[in-house]
């Protein structure tokens, strides 16, 4: 059974690089699209964005200027980046498997203050 | 303000039926698949429907998708109380190369 686990700061100032990662245990992170989607509390999801090991990589197209997603196969771990965070970025922030996503994190809360 | 367009929330009693819309555009809904979540609260969002009308190992019949066009929809039928939370519709948007989601429904069970 894939289970993925996502961890980083809770707490990030405005201005700063928000990095989470996601560790996948129960399966490679060789194969499959593997995506990040937040939700800010009370509202809907937000697709962020995925990567195929191939070197597939695509973005939300209004996060796209400060998102980067990588990958380090050897610890079979994912990782997000996102730059000059503000408070709208407070979020739930959680990494999932597929193009469909079919397999979730439990998600961790990242709040924007100073 | 999200891609595809749901309605706010729906209701229905115990054991009735209910379906939720989804509506999009012909850079996504019209030509990719359509997958549909169910999040309960304080929980990762569950995959109930994915390819449009097809259902992962477990989830009961009682849900179903279907797509016409560029419009999606959720069916729930024999409904309990269980089935109370927010459910999401999403898919592929080829103009944006980006996945986009609904802007989810609450449904209530009366």
């Known amino acids: 059974q894939v289970q993925l686990q996502e961890s980083g700061p809770g707490l990030v100032k405005p201005s700063e690089t928000l990095s989470l990662t996601c560790t996948v245990s129960g399966g490679s992170i060789s194969s499959y699209y593997w995506s990040w989607i937040r939700q800010p509390p009370g509202k809907g999801l937000e697709w962020i964005g995925h990567?195929?090991?191939?070197?597939?990589?695509n973005y939300n197209p209004s996060l796209k200027s400060r998102v980067t997603i990588s990958v380090d196969t050897s610890k079979n771990q994912f990782s997000l980046k996102l730059s000059s965070v503000a408070a709208a970025d407070t979020a739930v922030y959680y990494c999932a498997r597929g193009l469909t996503p079919s397999y979730w994190g439990q998600g961790t809360l990242v709040t924007v203050s100073s | 303000q999200s891609v595809l367009t749901q309605p706010p929330s729906v209701s229905a009693a115990p054991g009735q039926k209910v379906t939720i819309s989804c509506s999009g555009s012909s850079s996504n809904i019209g030509n990719n698949y359509v997958f549909w979540y169910q999040q309960l609260p304080g929980t990762a969002p569950k995959l109930l429907i994915y390819?449009?009308?097809t259902r992962p190992s477990g989830i009961p019949d009682r849900f179903s998708g279907s797509k016409s066009g560029t419009s999606a929809t959720l069916g729930i039928t024999g409904l309990q109380t269980g089935d109370e939370a927010d459910y999401y519709c999403?898919?592929?948007?080829?103009?944006?190369?980006?996945?986009?989601f609904g802007g989810g429904t609450k449904l209530t069970v009366l």
């Open positions: 999403g898919t592929w948007d080829s103009s944006l190369s980006a996945g986009v």
């Open positions: 990567f195929y090991n191939s070197g597939i990589t």
């Open positions: 390819d449009s009308n």
